[in-house]
């Protein structure tokens, strides 16, 4: 689905300049906000991450997937007609030992009481290393409404982000960053890191 660009909103960049047009300063005959349900698709969450300036690969599945320093946040679309959903899932990179698992489950039941999103949960690896994953759906098979679709989606990265910006203070795991001479590691936990 191809959605005429100006219906995403700006992200605080300059609003576009009025031209000849109608009253939302569109030139004439290029297209509306969708008025009608969507059906999303890669593409629509391509053209939003743009929108919203945010780095983004494909993944060796085709899935979407944008970094951050401290996570991965994908963007899935599984299911056929009806049953046709979409998932965001954030993978926090951060490693946690096997001890520290009831202090962290302690902390996301507290995160998943006291917020609608993302609800988080643990994965044990193996070799004892838990890590945290992030997860939201929306059921999209019978569409949607673009507002609400864009609206959401911007809502669950930033939850994403919201939630490592949480665990970190909550944790205290700042003092755990690598430092340099004596000086914290240039950049913020919620800032995105390359898609490379």
Do not use: C
């Not at 053209?47 to 320093?69: C, F, I, N, S, T």
């Not at 643990?122 to 059921?139: A, C, F, K, P, Y």
């Amino acid at each position: 689905m191809s959605v005429d660009p100006s219906a995403i909103p700006n992200f605080g960049g300059q609003p576009p300049k009025r031209q000849e047009g109608d009253k939302q300063g569109r030139p004439e005959g290029q297209p509306r906000r969708p008025t009608a349900p969507i059906l999303p698709n890669q593409d629509l969450v391509k053209q939003l991450l743009d929108r919203m300036k945010l780095k983004y690969a494909e993944d060796k599945q085709g899935d979407l997937v944008a970094p951050w320093k401290s996570f991965r946040t994908y963007f899935l679309f599984r299911g056929e007609k009806a049953q046709r959903l979409m998932s965001v899932r954030t993978f926090y990179d951060r490693p946690h030992g096997i001890d520290d698992k009831p202090m962290l489950l302690e902390s996301i039941d507290e995160w998943n009481r006291t917020t609608l999103w993302p609800k988080v949960y643990t994965h044990t690896n193996d070799d004892g290393t838990v890590r945290l994953i992030g997860e939201v759906q929306m059921l999209i098979g019978t569409g949607v409404g673009f507002d609400h679709f864009v609206a959401s989606v911007i809502s669950w990265v930033r939850g994403a982000v919201e939630f490592d910006k949480w665990l970190v203070q909550r944790l205290g795991l700042e003092k755990d960053a690598p430092e340099e001479d004596g000086a914290p590691e240039a950049g913020s936990e919620g800032e995105q890191g390359d898609a490379s």
